[in-house]
């Protein structure tokens, strides 16, 4: 994105931009005592997506294509968790080519994936259309057709693939881990006012809160690592190779090799997390409110290396922002008389949050 004009002060007024509406739409809700969080929260992260990639955004009573592409997309993931042959296939690509085998456990996810992505290509198309040679790139699709003109290795059906791959890393997982921040808040009451502290310290009420706040915010960044460690959205990253032989404390691991990494593992099994079960955002902070480096270092929600994910910089400025606007503006709780069940759900290799409702106060 970066290199494409996309850099990370663009992205951070879209995303504060797009908070703004999702802030209003809250405003607007008849009953705050009892609100389903799903499609808001969906809405504000595809919309960023949807601006970054496309040039535009829609309204909340007006987004029907955004929920219906989201809406197929979760559908498709549902049905990826329930069936363990397509597990299996994701974790052994090599399968794919078994003839009748390949299809069912692979193929027709592929196949059912490029139906849902028509969304991305109608976008793709009408954004191309009104590109202009002599104008500004306005976003994703205009800064890459622009980039076509001198390399020749860039293409339309590349363009088409980096469009889809960012709506699908982006969306999900940046949506899910934004739902879990509204249940452990709800849960965990004390953070929550805590954290608000802080932030109304810090921004107050009168105006939205920036990046450039965070060194300001040593508490909010604890809870922001807490939250992308506990709630450990995507377990497992895309698959990769080995391209020769490598050596690995003695083990020789072949050329040809697929290779899974296990986020999961790292962040709910790492010793320097003492009693990772539990949600404490103070195991980041030491007794001067300086954040602990090996700590944070060993907080990889989007993996690590050169092929980390490709939405990290915009994930991290939706999930601060957002979460913090949300704290600042709201208490979160559980509606009366219920409690807040956090015992996840799985989807693929997704960790998703029990469907719950919420009752929010105006601070």
Not at 61 to 72: G, Q
Not at 77 to 102: D, K, T
Not at 230 to 253: C, E, H, P, S, Y
Not at 298 to 308: A, D, H, I, Y
Request: glycine share 6%; net charge negative.
């Amino acid at each position: 994105m970066r290199d494409f004009g996309m850099g990370k002060n663009v992205m951070e007024e879209l995303v504060r931009s797009s908070i703004s509406d999702f802030l209003q739409h809250l405003e607007q809700l008849p009953d705050k005592s009892n609100v389903d969080m799903y499609w808001p929260i969906q809405v504000v992260v595809a919309n960023v997506i949807n601006e970054v990639l496309f040039g535009y955004r829609y309204k909340y009573d007006d987004c029907k294509p955004l929920t219906d592409y989201v809406t197929r997309f979760n559908e498709l993931m549902e049905s990826v968790s329930e069936n363990i042959g397509i597990a299996i296939g994701m974790a052994f690509p090599s399968l794919a080519r078994l003839p009748w085998i390949g299809w069912h456990i692979l193929g027709r996810i592929k196949h059912e994936m490029q139906e849902i992505n028509q969304y991305v290509v109608d976008n793709v198309g009408r954004a191309l259309k009104d590109y202009n040679v002599e104008d500004e790139p306005t976003c994703f699709v205009h800064a890459y057709r622009q980039r076509m003109d001198e390399n020749k290795n860039l293409d339309n059906v590349n363009l088409m693939s980096s469009c889809a791959d960012f709506f699908i890393a982006g969306q999900e997982t940046t949506s899910t881990t934004l739902r879990w921040a509204m249940l452990i808040l709800a849960k965990h009451g004390e953070i929550q006012d805590k954290l608000r502290e802080e932030i109304l310290a810090v921004v107050g009420t009168e105006r939205l809160v920036t990046m450039a706040d965070q060194v300001k915010m040593p508490y909010s960044r604890a809870v922001v690592l807490e939250l992308q460690r506990f709630a450990n959205v995507l377990g497992m990253n895309v698959q990769r190779v080995t391209l020769k032989d490598v050596q690995i404390r003695g083990q020789t691991i072949p050329a040809g090799t697929w290779v899974n990494g296990d986020i999961h593992y790292l962040m709910a099994n790492d010793p320097v997390f003492v009693r990772p079960e539990e949600f404490r955002p103070e195991r980041y902070l030491d007794t001067n409110m300086i954040m602990r480096k090996e700590l944070v270092e060993r907080t990889l929600p989007f993996s690590l290396g050169k092929r980390v994910c490709a939405g990290e910089g915009l994930a991290r400025v939706e999930i601060f922002l957002g979460l913090v606007s949300i704290v600042q503006h709201y208490r979160i709780l559980p509606r009366e008389g219920e409690e807040i069940d956090l015992e996840p759900s799985m989807a693929a290799t997704f960790k998703l949050p029990k469907p719950q409702r919420l009752r929010l106060e105006k601070v």
